[in-house]
């Protein structure tokens, strides 16, 4: 089921509430219970193949997790269990996503002839990675004992299952443990609402709407030197309102149930260098990346060198998670080459003098923004060949079209920098404070709570109202 | 109530009043006319013919149904009316299949048209979504039910049309409007209904038509890289049971519409294509052409004219912009022969016109433009 939706919006999210709240009176078990089957279902209405495959994800974890908790093995058998768990996951993850890409490589090397066609199911990469974190931290003696219809709605809670934001066991349980959430508070209801039709604008409005650009570059035609450009930006756009919408999203539907959902994105575009861009993109990825890969294969505690290996390995890693293709990889890898090169300015590169601060901020504000772009041409381009005819469209100035349609094109691209580059985050707009359980604090007494509240209103019934019939989520393909 | 449940109730009411607010005003000016025909603004209409077509059948005055694919698409209403005496509504939609075809023309003589003129060829029948799963063809809008409705009232992409629609018919701002309009992407942009996915007059005809062009296509079709496409969705079986449950049931469940349908004149080359690149291919097409023709006869409302053996036509390879899509000339020519009787399938031989194709097909030889 979709979020940008009428069923999900109209039918799902209200019952799915009411039943929580109503539930909410006779326990604090119960609407647990309740918002665990209602994620089951949600994610059966359009995957139920799937389903069992995610229940037998979550017992079997959930076992090697009370084996681990349990701490009667010695260590060297927690450490076999954990492997077996940590395998388990990548095995199965494997299985339904890499297996095509294995078997195509295979035969490309060895003409082998292998014949592999596995649907791939929707969240298998977020909820298994939600897992190895928690089997990790178990075997670290950081988990304590959870119950099974609280760990069950730790990963199958509807808000983050398809597309994230990649959580943390440490932060959700005990939120799904506590009794508050379990009452409606309406300000959190109203908070939850701005934020959701913030994200829906963001989706419906604005990432729907600029996509008939994108085939301008990655469509079946050799594109212009202009609108490979415009292309390759509306994708960069398109990927960002797209993905940063659905993260709006589901840290909105979360509010009304009373659960803080971790950020995921704070005005990518916004960065100054590509460590900046990283910290503010995907967040809840780069975060589970740093401490469960880059730190665990060494960080920058072996040397200069290694650090930089490290670098590479971890972004190489965390772009073929993205999808079983090369043109991730090489995503990932040349993102991985950008952080050396960034960690590598910023320790052997010159000092900028302080007059000359601001126009440096600027100049690696300009450079990361078209590196990134860059990288995005590999991400969204369905081959390599394409990908490198598209980048050498971008580097030939000779071939340039611009006639009145790119030039409604490029106007439409600047006002959708313009948001990106110069409008607030959501959490600044809505004072989201994650870590603190705090939202919308200064509503209460700030002069603009009715414009606000209005606006907010727009964004509701505009984002209501561009709803299409067939717009997925770009992340649900990873 | 405490302040919190104040302003989410205010924030509820005020989406709720936005969106109904919307809905009104599409409902007002009705960009496809579903609800009643223009008069209060100008009608515009769109080339969106899987959209436009729910409205057309609605508001327009109309006793013949043309339907059809791409082949169809570019005819204009006033040359069929002029030349086959009647009052046409054209509903042809490029690229589709038998399921959404049926589906239109259904709805259409719902609204009591008594004609059906019927552009039909053998690749509509290959096996394509249930039209309730088709993302292309708003099913709903066609039957005005409650979802398809909503749908096209609480739509933000419908409102956009609607207010181009208004700033249009405001004098002061027609010029303004329609110079915007050249820039950005306009989805009812056309004044008559005649003028729907028409070629422009000014549109140069014989550059897009010509030799040269229906060569280059044989040539890239042949292709072995590509030939493989030339046998792509043709499955006998599937055909023959699409065409009996869309085509023949249709036509048995109107015994009172006469149906006139006309097997488009594709240039030689085409079978040629499939003659020297898939001849597999061509033998399902001459074996389901055979069961049509023979089906298609048994039915007394229904007059078969076949034109893919009229070699006029189809071997003077200036008409055609590629191996299929002939000119508008030769639109002419169709409706010109279909109101003379020309080429009509004689019931006692129904495959005697596809023996002749075959003859033809066997004896062609591609030449090399000079």
């Known amino acids: 089921m979709l979020f940008n939706s009428y069923p999900f919006i109209f039918l ?15 326990g604090n078990l119960a609407p647990v219970i309740w918002l665990a089957l209602a994620s089951l279902a949600f994610y059966s209405v359009s995957n139920w193949q799937f389903v069992l495959l995610l229940l037998a994800s979550i017992a079997f974890n959930y076992v090697i997790g009370l084996l681990l908790i349990a701490r009667r093995l010695s260590s060297s058998l927690r450490f076999a269990v954990l492997a077996i768990g940590v395998a388990g996951d990548l095995l199965v993850l494997g299985t339904f996503k890499y297996a095509g890409f294995l078997a195509a490589n295979l035969n490309a090397v060895f003409s082998a002839g292998l014949a592999v066609n596995i649907l791939l199911p929707v969240g298998i990469s977020f909820y298994t990675f939600t897992q190895i974190a928690f089997l990790v931290d178990a075997y670290r003696g950081d988990v304590a004992r959870y119950r099974l219809p609280h760990y069950a709605l730790f990963v199958g809670y509807f808000p983050h299952l398809i597309a994230g934001p990649i959580l943390h066991h440490k932060d959700m349980i005990p939120q799904f443990e506590s009794a508050d959430a379990k009452r409606p508070n309406p300000h959190l209801i109203l908070c939850g609402l701005i934020i959701f039709a913030i994200g829906l604008f963001k989706k419906t409005c604005l990432a729907d709407g600029i996509q008939p650009l994108v085939a301008l570059a990655f469509g079946p035609d050799a594109p212009s030197f202009d609108q490979a450009w415009i292309g390759a930006l509306a994708y960069s756009f398109q990927l960002y309102f797209d993905f940063s919408g659905y993260s709006d999203m589901a840290i909105g539907i979360s509010l009304m149930f009373g659960v803080f959902l971790p950020l995921n994105f704070n005005s990518p575009y916004k960065a100054t260098s590509i460590i900046d861009f990283w910290r503010r993109w995907h967040m809840t990825l780069s975060q589970f990346l740093r401490d469960y890969l880059y730190i665990p294969l060494g960080g920058n505690r072996c040397g200069r060198v290694l650090r930089y290996v490290n670098l590479m390995l971890t972004m190489a890693l965390g772009g073929l998670w993205h999808g079983a293709a090369w043109t991730f990889v090489v995503w990932g890898v040349l993102h991985g080459v950008y952080l050396c090169v960034n960690h590598a300015w910023n320790n052997f590169g010159p000092r900028v003098a302080p007059r000359f601060e601001r126009a440096a901020i600027l100049a690696g504000f300009v450079l990361t923004f078209l590196s990134v772009v860059v990288a995005w041409v590999f991400f969204r381009a369905d081959g390599m060949a394409s990908a490198a005819s598209i980048l050498a469209s971008m580097a030939d100035p000779a071939r340039i079209v ?11 691209i600047a006002i959708y920098a313009g948001i990106a580059w110069f409008a607030p985050s959501t959490q600044t ?42 717009s997925e989520f770009i992340y649900f393909r990873f | 109530m405490s302040t919190a449940g104040k302003n ?18 599409n409902f007002v000016v009705d960009p496809l006319q579903l609800f009643r025909p223009a008069r209060l603004l100008p009608a515009m209409y769109s080339e969106d ?25 570019h005819f204009r209403q006033s040359d069929i009316d002029r030349l086959l005496g009647v009052k046409s509504l054209k509903l042809a939609m490029t690229g589709s299949n038998s399921h959404q075809q049926t589906f239109v023309i259904a709805a259409a003589l719902n609204r009591h048209a008594k004609r059906v003129i019927w552009q039909l060829d053998d690749w509509i029948f290959r096996d394509a979504p249930e039209i309730d799963q088709d993302a292309y063809l708003p099913a709903d809008l066609y039957r005005r039910n409650a979802k398809g409705v909503a749908g096209y009232l609480f739509s933000g992409a419908m409102a956009r049309e609607s207010t181009w629609i208004l700033a249009r018919s405001i004098r002061p701002l027609e010029k303004t409007v329609a110079r915007l309009a050249s820039f950005v992407p306009v989805k009812f942009p056309i004044a008559s209904t005649d003028d729907i996915n028409t070629l422009r007059a000014d549109f140069d005809v014989g550059s897009a038509y010509n030799a040269k062009q229906a060569i280059a296509a044989f040539a890239n079709i042949t292709d072995p890289v590509r030939r493989a496409f030339l046998a792509e969705g043709y499955d006998y079986d599937a055909m023959v049971r699409n065409f009996e449950r869309d085509a023949v049931g249709l036509i048995a469940g109107h015994p009172d519409v006469r149906f006139d349908i006309y097997l488009a004149p594709y240039s030689i080359l085409q079978w040629v294509a499939m003659r020297d690149a898939s001849p ?19 039915y007394p409302n229904v007059r078969l004219c076949d034109f893919r053996a009229a070699s006029d036509i189809t071997h003077d390879l200036a008409n055609y912009s590629d191996v299929i899509h002939h000119s508008p000339d030769i639109d002419l020519k169709i409706l010109s022969r279909l109101a003379a009787g020309d080429y009509v399938v004689d019931r006692a031989a129904p495959t005697a016109s596809l023996e002749r194709l075959k003859e033809q097909v066997a004896a062609y030889r591609v030449e090399p433009l000079r």
Not at chain 2, 8 to 25: P, V, Y
Request: glycine share 10%.
């Open chain 1, 12 to 26: 799902f999210l209200p019952i799915a509430l009411i039943g929580y709240f109503i539930l909410g009176r006779f």
């Open chain 1, 402 to 412: 611009f006639g009145r349609g790119e030039i409604a094109d490029a106007a439409l």
């Open chain 1, 429 to 470: 707009i809505m004072g989201y404070d994650h870590r603190n359980r705090t939202v919308g604090e200064a509503l209460g007494t700030w002069r603009m709570r009715p414009a606000l509240l209005y606006a907010g209103a727009a964004a509701l019934a505009f984002g209501i109202l561009g709803i299409q019939q067939h």
């Open chain 2, 8 to 25: 989410l109730l205010r924030f509820l009411c005020a989406s709720g009043l936005l969106l109904l607010t919307a809905a009104a005003f």
């Open chain 2, 49 to 73: 013919s899987r959209l436009q077509n729910a409205g057309l059948i609605r508001s327009q005055d109309f006793d013949t149904v043309f339907m059809g694919t791409s082949l169809a698409i």
């Open chain 2, 280 to 298: 597999a291919t061509l033998k399902i097409v001459y074996d389901f052409s055979a069961y049509l023709g023979r089906r298609l006869t048994e």
